[in-house]
C-alpha cells in the first residue's frame, strides 16, 4: 500500500490515525510493542489498499470501509452458549480477556495482554507484507487475546470455543495457537457481536509433527460492522489440519488465510461456507504453500449470494521448486440467486515443480431448472424446492466434517440464516 | 508433469538455439532517427503521407502517452525499456516497381525463400509487377500456386511491402490492404472504425501503437460477403534497433465471414526489440471473424539473452447480434508476451472463443490469455487455453470472464491446462470470474498434472505399446487448439510445437 500513497485521507483513514492518538496511552506495552505499532500506523497512514494492489483487487478498502466505530468503554458484550454443550469455552469480551480461565488437562492457555506488558510477544506482532492491512490494523490496536498451548501427545476430549464477542465499538484480538506433537484438537473461534463494530481478529497456529486438529471459524457478525479476520498456519510433518469457515454476517468482511505446508506429509483440508445476504460484502483470500513434497490439500467453497450482498473468493495455491509431489485442489462453486448479487473469484496457481497434481474449478450459476422441476413434479412447492436445493449445496461441504454434534450445530445456523434471509 | 523423453527431445528441438528464422537480411533501408517525440510521429505521417486528421489523432495519443506509467502487473521481469534508443520507422528504400524476379533485390527474395513462401506467391510478394494483360486469370494464379489460395501482405519492419490477391479481393467486395493504403483510400471507413474497438487511451502499449504505428493490414468484408480466401498478413522485423508497430483493423459486416492468419519472425540479435501491435475487430450482426495467429518472433539465445517483447493489445468487438469472433493462438516465439486476445460481447447472442497453445522454452517468459466481457443477452464464450513450459522459462495464464448486470443467460466455459518439462520452469494460471447477473453460467478448469496411470493403463490395455499411449495422451493435450487452426497454420503449428503426434489414431 506504500506503492500507491494516498493524494487524500479518508474519512475512515482518518478515523483510524485519530483514534490510534487517542487510545495509545491505553494500549499494553511499551519498547519494542510500540514500535511495532508504531510501523503499523504509519502503514496505515500511506492509505488503504485500493483495487490497484492485486491481494485485494476484489476489496477495494479505501473506498469500501466508509465506517469506523468509536471504541467504547462501556459496552460490554455477554458470552454466549457454546456451538457445542461440551465445549471448553473462553471469551473475550470487547476485546479483553478473563481472568478466570478453565483447567484442562493439556491445555495451557495464557493473557495475551500479560504478554504484550512484558514485551514477551513483540516478535510475533507486524503485518506480513506491506499489502497486509488486515496485519497492519490489528498491529496498531489489538490490546488482548489467547495464547493456547497444547501439550505434546495430548488428546483434548471437548472442542476448545474461543468467543470473540463485542457489543459494538472495536475489538481487535490475537490468538497464537501452538499444537505439540502428536496432539489432537478442535477449535471453534466465534466472531460474534450484538451492534454495529469494527473487529479485526488475527490468529497464529504452529501445528506440530504428527498433530491432528480441526479449527472452524464461524463468523456472523451484526449488521453494519466490519470484520478482518486473518487465520496463518504452519503445518509440520504428516500432521493434519482441518479448517472450516463459516461466515453468516457482517457488512464489509475479509477473511484472509495463509496456510504454508512446511513439513513432508503435510495436509491440509478447507471447507468454506458463505452465505452473503442484504448489502455484504464478504472476501475470502487465500494463500496456501506447498513448499516441500509431498504435501496434499484440497479447498471447497461454497457461497450462496442473495439481496445485493457481493462475494469474493480468491484462492492462490503455489507450489514450490523441488516441492515434488504435491497434490492441491481447489473448487469454488457459487450460487446467485439474486439479479443484483455478484460474484467474483480468483483461483490462481503458481506453480514450480513438474511432477505435481494440481487443478481447480469455479463456477458461478443459479439453481439448475432441471432439479427444480425434478422436486416440483413431485409436488414440493417452488420456494420449498429451492429451499431444499440451497442447503444441499451448503450442507454437502458441513457434512465433510466427521464430528457429528459439530455437523448439527452449523446445519442449524444454516437453518437459522435459512429462515431470516431464504 | 515429469515429461516422456519423446516429448523432451521434440520440445528441445524447437528449443532457442534451434531458431531457424534468425537470419538477418542486408538491404538498404530508409530510417528515420532513433528517438521518440512529436517531430517522429510528423515524419511518419507524412512518410505515409496521411491526411491531417490522422496526424492529429496519432499526436493526440502520443501527448496521453506521455502521461500514462508502464503496466507492471503481468508475471514478466524485463530490464526498463529506452523507448529513446528505437527507431520508431524503417523501410526498404524503394525503388521503381520491379517487373520480374530477376529485378527484384536478390536479399528480399532470400528472405522469402528462407521463410519457406512457395515461389509462385514469391513472385507476388516481391512486389513483381504483372504485364498488364498476362495471365491475370486468378483462377489460373490459384492453380498454379497452392491448392488453396491464401492472399498475403507482407509487412517488413515498418512497411506492407505488397499484399496478394487484392484485385480478386476486390471483385468479391473485399478490400484487402495495408493500413497506411486504406487511411489514404478508405478514410471514411478507417475514420468509423479505427480506435473503437481498442482506443488509444487503452493502455501504455496500445497508445504507443495508436502514436507510432507504421502500417499492419486493412480489412473490410461487405454485407453478406463470405470472403473467397484466407486473408494472411506475414510480419517480420529485420532492422537493428528498430520496434515494430503495426496496427490491423478488421471489419466484417452484416452476414460476413472472413478467415485471418498471421505470422511473424525475427533476426536473431543479442539486443531486445520491441513489437507492439494493436488489432481490432468488428463484427456486425451475424458476422464472423476467425483470427489466427503463429507467433514465433526469435525469442533469445539460451541464455536468455536477445528475443523480441511482444506486447500486444488484441481485441474483437462483437457489436452486432449473433456475431461471433473466434482467437486462436499458437506462442512459441518473443522472449517476453504481454498479449490477451479479448472478446467484448456487446451484441445479443454473440459469441467469442479463444484457443491458445503457449508453449515456452529457454528463459522465455509469456503472461497471456485472454478476456471474455459478456454484455448482451444470450452471449456465450469458450476459453482452451493449453501451457507447455520447459527450460528456465515460467508460463502464465492471466484471463477475466465477466458477465455485465444485463448480461442474461451469459454462458462461459473455461479450462486451462499446464504441462511442465523440467525442474527449472514455472506454470500459472490466474484467472479473474466476476459474474453480476444471476443467470450467467460460469465454469473454469485448471489443471497441471502428470499424465495418470489410469489414463495410460486404459491405453495399453487396449494393446496400445506404452511410448505410443504416452505419445496418444500428449496428444490429446492441445488438440482441441490445433483442430481450430486452418489447415496451413495446423501443419506449421504441429511442427513448430513438435510434440509427438505420431502414433496417435487416426
Given at each position: ?422 | ?7 523432451i527431445d521434440r520440445v528441445r528441438k524447437i528449443d532457442v538455439d534451434q531458431y531457424k528464422y534468425g537470419f538477418e537480411t ?50 514478466v521481469d524485463y530490464p526498463?525499456i ?32 528462407k ?121 517480420r522485423i529485420n532492422e537493428k534497433n528498430t ?21 511473424c519472425t525475427a533476426p536473431q540479435r543479442d539486443e531486445n526489440q520491441l513489437h ?19 507467433q514465433n518472433w526469435y525469442p533469445g539465445d539460451a541464455e536468455g539473452k536477445g528475443g523480441i517483447y511482444n ?20 506462442e512459441t516465439g518473443s522472449a517476453i508476451t ?20 503457449a508453449v515456452s522454452n529457454g528463459h522465455q517468459q509469456i ?21 507447455i513450459a520447459a527450460g528456465f522459462s515460467q508460463n ?25 518439462i523440467g525442474?527449472e520452469c ?70 513448430l510445437?513438435g ?8
Amino acid at each position: 500500500m506504500n506503492m500507491h500513497a494516498a493524494p487524500q485521507r479518508t474519512p475512515a483513514e482518518t478515523a483510524l490515525i485519530d483514534a490510534f492518538g487517542e487510545r495509545l496511552s491505553l494500549l499494553p506495552g511499551d519498547g519494542d510493542v510500540m514500535l511495532k505499532r508504531d510501523n503499523a500506523i504509519e502503514q496505515i497512514k500511506a492509505g488503504l489498499p485500493t483495487r490497484r494492489i492485486e491481494a485485494w483487487h476484489y476489496t477495494d478498502l479505501r473506498r469500501l470501509l466508509t465506517t469506523v466505530q468509536t471504541y467504547d468503554g462501556t459496552a460490554i458484550a455477554e458470552p454466549m452458549t457454546p456451538l457445542v454443550a461440551d465445549a471448553t469455552a473462553i471469551s473475550l469480551l470487547n476485546g479483553a480477556s478473563s481472568a478466570k480461565l478453565p483447567k484442562v488437562d493439556g491445555l495451557d492457555i495464557r493473557r495475551l495482554k500479560d504478554m504484550l506488558e512484558d514485551g514477551s510477544f513483540s516478535a510475533a506482532l507486524g503485518a506480513r507484507e506491506s499489502d497486509d492491512a488486515v496485519g497492519a490494523l490489528n498491529t496498531a490496536f489489538v490490546a488482548d487475546g489467547y495464547l493456547l498451548d497444547i501439550a505434546d501427545g495430548a488428546a483434548l476430549a471437548a472442542p476448545v470455543e474461543v468467543q470473540n464477542l463485542h457489543a459494538g465499538g472495536q475489538a481487535h484480538v490475537r490468538l497464537p495457537v501452538r499444537v505439540g506433537k502428536g496432539a489432537k484438537a478442535t477449535i471453534i473461534e466465534r466472531q460474534s457481536g450484538s451492534a454495529p463494530a469494527l473487529v479485526s481478529s488475527i490468529s497464529h497456529l504452529t501445528l506440530g509433527d504428527d498433530a491432528e486438529l480441526t479449527w472452524l471459524i464461524v463468523q456472523d457478525q451484526p449488521e453494519g460492522s466490519s470484520h478482518f479476520g486473518q487465520f496463518n498456519a504452519e503445518l509440520g510433518k504428516n500432521s493434519k489440519l482441518t479448517l472450516f469457515v463459516m461466515n453468516a454476517g457482517g457488512k464489509l468482511v475479509r477473511q484472509e488465510i495463509n496456510v504454508k505446508a512446511a513439513g513432508e506429509g503435510a495436509s491440509f483440508t478447507l471447507r468454506g461456507v458463505n452465505l452473503l445476504a442484504g448489502d455484504t460484502h464478504t472476501d475470502v483470500t487465500m494463500v496456501l504453500d506447498h513448499a516441500v513434497p509431498e504435501t496434499t490439500s484440497t479447498e471447497i467453497i461454497r457461497n450462496v449470494v442473495t439481496g445485493r450482498a457481493r462475494g469474493v473468493f480468491q484462492g492462490r495455491i503455489n507450489v514450490a521448486k523441488y516441492a515434488q509431489k504435491t497434490d492441491a485442489k481447489m473448487a469454488c462453486n457459487t450460487l446467485l440467486l439474486s439479479d443484483e448479487g455478484e460474484f467474483s473469484t480468483k483461483p490462481e496457481l503458481e506453480i514450480f515443480a513438474d511432477d505435481v497434481q494440481c487443478g481447480h474449478g469455479a463456477t458461478v450459476t443459479e439453481i439448475d431448472h432441471n432439479h427444480l422441476f425434478y422436486l416440483m413434479a413431485r409436488g414440493i412447492d417452488e420456494k420449498a424446492a429451492r429451499g431444499l436445493l440451497v442447503k444441499a449445496f451448503v450442507a454437502e461441504v458441513i457434512e465433510d466434517l466427521e464430528d457429528e454434534a459439530l455437523v448439527e450445530a452449523l446445519e442449524a445456523m444454516l437453518d437459522g440464516w435459512f429462515a431470516a434471509h431464504g | 508433469m515429469p515429461a516422456v523423453q519423446d516429448t523432451i527431445d521434440r520440445v528441445r528441438k524447437i528449443d532457442v538455439d534451434q531458431y531457424k528464422y534468425g537470419f538477418e537480411t542486408l538491404i538498404e533501408m530508409d530510417k528515420a532517427p532513433k528517438g521518440l517525440n512529436e517531430d517522429i510521429i510528423r515524419f511518419i505521417s507524412a512518410k505515409k503521407d496521411e491526411p491531417e486528421w490522422m496526424l492529429e489523432w496519432r499526436l493526440e495519443a502520443f501527448r496521453r502517452w506521455l502521461t500514462l506509467e508502464e503496466p507492471t502487473w503481468a508475471r514478466v521481469d524485463y530490464p526498463k525499456i529506452d523507448f529513446q534508443d528505437i527507431h520508431y520507422y524503417a523501410a526498404p528504400t524503394s525503388t521503381p516497381g520491379p517487373t520480374s524476379l530477376d529485378e527484384v533485390d536478390p536479399e528480399l527474395l532470400k528472405v522469402y525463400e528462407k521463410l519457406g513462401i512457395p515461389l509462385r506467391e514469391q513472385e507476388i510478394l516481391a512486389g513483381v509487377q504483372k504485364p498488364a494483360n498476362d495471365d491475370a486469370d486468378p483462377d489460373e494464379v490459384n492453380d498454379n500456386a497452392a491448392p488453396r489460395r491464401v492472399a498475403v501482405d507482407a509487412v517488413f519492419d515498418s512497411v506492407s511491402v505488397v499484399t496478394t490477391f487484392k484485385k480478386e479481393l476486390a471483385e468479391a467486395g473485399v478490400i484487402f490492404c495495408s493500413i497506411s493504403e486504406a487511411i489514404r483510400e478508405h478514410p471514411e471507413l478507417v475514420k468509423k472504425y479505427l480506435g473503437t474497438v481498442v482506443p488509444t487511451t487503452d493502455n501504455y502499449y496500445a497508445t504507443l501503437n495508436s502514436a507510432v504505428f507504421t502500417d499492419g493490414s486493412f480489412v473490410f468484408v461487405p454485407k453478406g460477403v463470405r470472403c473467397p480466401m484466407e486473408l494472411s498478413t506475414y510480419f517480420r522485423i529485420n532492422e537493428k534497433n528498430t520496434g515494430q508497430f503495426e496496427r490491423t483493423l478488421i471489419i466484417c459486416e452484416e452476414g460476413a465471414y472472413v478467415s485471418y492468419l498471421e505470422g511473424c519472425t525475427a533476426p536473431q540479435r543479442d539486443e531486445n526489440q520491441l513489437h507492439a501491435a494493436v488489432v481490432e475487430l468488428v463484427a456486425l450482426d451475424d458476422a464472423e471473424i476467425k483470427y489466427s495467429t503463429v507467433q514465433n518472433w526469435y525469442p533469445g539465445d539460451a541464455e536468455g539473452k536477445g528475443g523480441i517483447y511482444n506486447f500486444v493489445t488484441k481485441r474483437g468487438d462483437c457489436r452486432g447480434d449473433r456475431s461471433k469472433i473466434s482467437w486462436t493462438q499458437v506462442e512459441t516465439g518473443s522472449a517476453i508476451t504481454w498479449k490477451y486476445p479479448s472478446c467484448i460481447l456487446r451484441g445479443d447472442d454473440s459469441r467469442g472463443e479463444f484457443y491458445s497453445i503457449a508453449v515456452s522454452n529457454g528463459h522465455q517468459q509469456i503472461d497471456s490469455g485472454t478476456k471474455m466481457i459478456h454484455l448482451g443477452k444470450n452471449t456465450s464464450s469458450r476459453i482452451i487455453s493449453k501451457g507447455i513450459a520447459a527450460g528456465f522459462s515460467q508460463n502464465t495464464y492471466r484471463g477475466q470472464v465477466s458477465a455485465n448486470r444485463k448480461a442474461t443467460n451469459a454462458r462461459n466455459f473455461t479450462q486451462c491446462d499446464s504441462l511442465l518439462i523440467g525442474e527449472e520452469c514455472g506454470a500459472h494460471t490466474v484467472p479473474y470470474i466476476e459474474a453480476k447477473n444471476s443467470t450467467a453460467q460460469f465454469e473454469h478448469e485448471a489443471t497441471t498434472s502428470k499424465i495418470s496411470d489410469d489414463q495410460k493403463f486404459y491405453v495399453m490395455q487396449r494393446g496400445i505399446p506404452e511410448e505410443e499411449a504416452i505419445a496418444l495422451i500428449v496428444n490429446g493435450f492441445v488438440k482441441d487448439v490445433i483442430q481450430q487452426l486452418p489447415m496451413e497454420f495446423a501443419v506449421e503449428a504441429q511442427k513448430l510445437i513438435g510434440i509427438s503426434l505420431e502414433g496417435s489414431v487416426g
